[in-house]
């Protein structure tokens, strides 16, 4: 039936808005399938139609993959590709469209077919902090945190943080900084090592500890520029923009991607359209889709008639990968090669001389990549897998290519230097912090080893025809562990691999393991990185004491790979008592299971081991004075004012801090963000606003999160604009005192003083002191009330504006 003009306006109405509720949009299907309907899904690709026939027909609901929709059968739902904005649904037709927008609550795709990332929000810190954690205060330096509290001053609720600092003497209670929540952007969480000394509020020592961190940090950012420069200098290669074949390899990915995903890729590629050579980091937890968008760089690449290197740190992950990009690649003629100890010598000098003379496009290999006798003919980007794992000489060999190079980056758990580098701007980084559709967290047990707990975790993953991953790691003893397994399970059907089997053996074994002829595979660390074996869901590390924090953490995301729920048991010898540093790395395990904990381990893994100094090898004190996320601020700042320098340009002030105690009931209420870390997140993303548009961005965020803004978060956005406004004005205090308001620092021009006494009677100037104090004005009303709230504000906002705006 034809839709004319009039039907649509009459019966026709949008869609409800799912926002990714899949249980409801599927619920609605089947009452419009049990009414009679007609019911079409339209997807802008090939890869989420199918995807979306195979979610109904899970759910019980007929549906079909159609191209050409000539008819509509009221029977089943009509999966169909296209590109519509917004489906509708008109019950006078009885008649549903949706579209990926009306179930996701975004767009996907543009206008011209290209695929929409989704709109990066600013990535907020979201400051988890515990009684008793350590924070660095900008002006006052490192205190202990002790409780978050709510005060009720001149009828007007605020929410502070307490701080303890040092007592002035000993035996005596610390003093306390009540600090309020709108002033969060100043605080950063303590990460730098051992356990800080607290400094005195009001005492030298802060200022001296940050004065020479100042000067080392000015000292890297000039090596760091002259980095930056050589590589904007150097002539990169600008890749075209994406081709028909591009589009049809994106839509023939048989899953739906994350929006971090499709925000990553367009970042990608938008670096590579660009003449200066790539340097991005893509930082995503285990399993969140990094190989997806190495594979999609690296037939861009290929378009471009470009070769692409892919590093990874061992053989079977470069099997792995190998299979991978085959798969993917496998309706395109593009030649892809693997090289590392799994290849013969016939094969390996095949692909060296495929890389010479051009007809091999993608080669997959590990250290071997790096030899004399690897040559290109046209490389054109290097993608390296878990750069963690590489040490600093091969970093060094990849330098030498990365020159004009385009290099993409891929870490789960990035090392300290690395993040340093990404965070002060020197590298771009991506973040992809959304889990994949129907993964769970992994749920962690750490423990004394007992055999009885051994065979019951293995015999229940049996039960659900599951595999293990068992990880014992000396190769000497790992027969012996191979065989007291098989005493505690003698139903399970175990195989033993490591590093030192013969190439042919070793991948025999692991492919055995992935066609399930085994139940548990005894290993060494070889299969850390990479090896992607969804039926295998419980793992277990025989000495979790002796791994590293990021090790840990790559082992654990060897299971829950798929539907399935995965466990983990870190383990260590009952007898022996653990090391500080081997306790807190596996509490650490056992605390963060949540999705897409790698970065929080990253972290935890500076403040446990230290960081290293930017560009050397050496360790730093300087991040240990004033705290990792502090140094990093610090090092951003250098880097900008030492490129200012070198452009001619001024260095940049830094942003005025503007306090703001006016009576205003500006806090958020507990019933609205409950718990203390959700209110702490909305606050730190109010107090880090800059502009109008963050501020948009924050109220959007905080309604889609908690629902309907009440008053007083209201009036905290209102705050955040005040503050901007004060900034903008050079003022940095706006207090009621007495029945004043007090302004400061303020200069005022003659002409300024003179609309100030005609406009605002009884206004007291203190040119000596930089302060203008203001009678706080009342309402209209007879007998007026001082004013209050938003109302109050508005005015200050009024009075800056009238003021000191001109």
């Known amino acids: 039936d034809e839709l ?38 339209v997807t802008e690709g090939h890869g989420p139609a199918a995807r979306t026939v195979e979610v109904l027909g899970g759910e019980g609901i007929a549906a079909r ?3 050409d929709l000539a008819e509509i059968s009221p029977s089943l739902v009509h999966v169909a590709c296209g590109s519509i904005d917004y489906g509708f649904v008109d019950p006078r037709l009885g008649l549903a469209v949706l579209t990926e927008t009306d179930l996701s609550g975004q767009r996907s795709v543009s206008k011209d077919g290209a695929r929409m990332p989704a709109r990066r929000r600013k990535t907020i810190d979201p400051l988890t902090l515990e009684a008793g954690d350590y924070i660095v205060h900008e002006q006052h330096g490192v205190g202990r945190y002790i409780e978050m509290v709510q005060r009720t001053v001149q009828g007007a609720t605020r929410e502070y943080l307490v701080v303890e600092y040092a007592p002035a003497k000993r035996g005596q209670p610390g003093d306390r900084l009540y600090i309020p929540t709108d002033q969060l952007e100043q605080i950063t969480k303590y990460v730098g090592g051992e356990a800080p000394t607290l400094h005195r509020l009001g005492g030298a020592d802060w200022t001296k500890t940050k004065a020479r961190a100042k ?16 590589r904007m200098a150097a002539p990169g290669h600008a890749f075209g923009s994406d081709t028909p074949w591009q589009r049809e390899l994106e839509d023939a990915f048989p899953y739906a991607e994350t929006p971090d995903q499709l925000t990553t890729i367009a970042e990608v590629k938008e670096d590579m359209e660009k003449t200066v050579p790539m340097d991005r980091l893509i930082c995503g937890d285990v399993g969140y889709g990094k190989t997806e968008i190495a594979v999609r760089a690296a037939f861009k690449a290929v ?28 309706q395109f003629p593009v030649n892809v090669r693997a090289l590392s100890r799994f290849q013969t010598d016939t094969e390996a000098k095949a692909t060296l001389e495929g890389l010479r003379e051009g007809s091999v496009d993608v080669v997959i ?8 006798e690897t040559k290109f003919k046209d490389l054109g980007l290097v993608i390296v897998d878990e750069e963690q794992r590489f040490g600093v000489e ?34 771009e980084m991506s973040t992809i912090t959304t889990p994949p559709e129907e993964r769970h967290p992994v749920l962690t047990f750490v423990g004394p080893y007992e055999e009885r707990q051994i065979g019951a975790a293995i015999r229940r993953e049996l039960l659900r025809e599951g595999q293990v991953f068992y990880i014992h790691n000396r190769v000497e003893s790992i027969d012996r562990a191979a065989a007291r397994l098989r005493e505690i399970v003698p139903e399970a059907r175990i195989a033993t691999a490591h590093g030192q089997m013969s190439e042919q053996t070793l991948e025999q074994v692991v492919v055995d393991f992935w066609e399930k002829k085994y139940d548990v595979l005894v290993s060494t660390t070889i299969v850390e990185s990479g090896i992607d074996i969804s039926n295998a869901n419980t793992l277990i590390v025989e000495r979790g004491d002796n791994f590293g924090l990021s090790q840990l953490h790559q082992l654990r995301g060897r299971v829950g790979r798929g539907r399935e729920r995965g466990y983990a048991y870190f383990l260590y010898p009952p007898e022996k008592p653990l090391t500080e540093t081997a306790h807190e790395r596996l509490a650490t395990i056992a605390q963060h299971t949540e999705m897409g904990a790698g970065m929080y381990v990253a972290m935890k893994d500076l403040e446990i081991r230290g960081a290293g100094n930017l560009l050397g090898g050496e360790q730093s004190g300087h991040i240990a004075g004033v705290g990792f996320d502090l140094y990093v601020r610090m090092v951003g700042e250098a880097v900008a004012d030492y490129r200012a320098s070198l452009e001619g340009g001024v260095e940049e002030e830094p942003p005025l801090e503007v306090k703001i105690e006016l009576p205003v009931d500006a806090h958020v209420p507990h019933d609205y963000a409950p718990g203390e870390r959700l209110r702490l997140q909305a606050y730190r993303a109010i107090a880090s606003v800059n502009t109008e548009e ?3 961005s924050v109220r959007e965020e905080l309604v889609d999160r908690y629902g309907k803004l009440p008053e007083p978060v209201e009036n905290l956005l209102l705050v955040a604009g005040l503050r901007m406004l004060a900034r903008a004005c050079g003022v940095g205090e706006i207090v009621l005192q007495g029945n004043n308001i007090r302004f400061a620092p303020v200069e005022l021009r003659e002409s300024q003083e003179l609309r100030l006494k005609r406009l605002y009677p009884g206004t007291v100037i203190k040119p000596a002191a930089h302060q203008v104090l203001v009678p706080r004005p009342k309402t209209a009303k007879v007998g007026g ?15 800056l504006t009238t003021i000191l705006g001109s």
């Open 4 to 41: 004319d003009a009039d039907t649509l306006k009459l019966g026709m109405h949008a869609p409800e808005s799912y926002r990714g509720d899949t249980a409801k949009a599927l619920a609605d299907t089947k009452g419009w399938l049990a009414d009679g309907w007609r019911t079409v899904y």
């Open 65 to 67: 993959l159609d191209t």
């Open 215 to 230: 000067k080392a940090v000015k000292e890297i950012a000039a090596d760091l520029i002259k980095l930056y420069s050589a």
């Open 303 to 330: 378009q471009d008639g470009k070769q692409v290197a892919v590093l990874v740190p061992t053989t079977l992950l470069v099997q792995q990968h190998f299979g991978t990009f085959g798969e993917r690649y496998s």
């Open 365 to 372: 290999g590990t250290h071997r990549l790096f030899s004399s």
């Open 394 to 427: 091969h970093k060094e060999q990849l330098k030498k290519l990365r020159a004009n190079v385009d290099v993409l980056t891929m870490s789960a758990t990035p090392i300290p230097r690395t993040l340093e580098m990404a965070v002060t701007g020197i590298r």
């Open 694 to 696: 963050d501020v948009k």
């Open 785 to 799: 009330q001082p004013l209050v709230g938003r109302e109050l504000l508005g005015w200050t906002g009024e009075f």
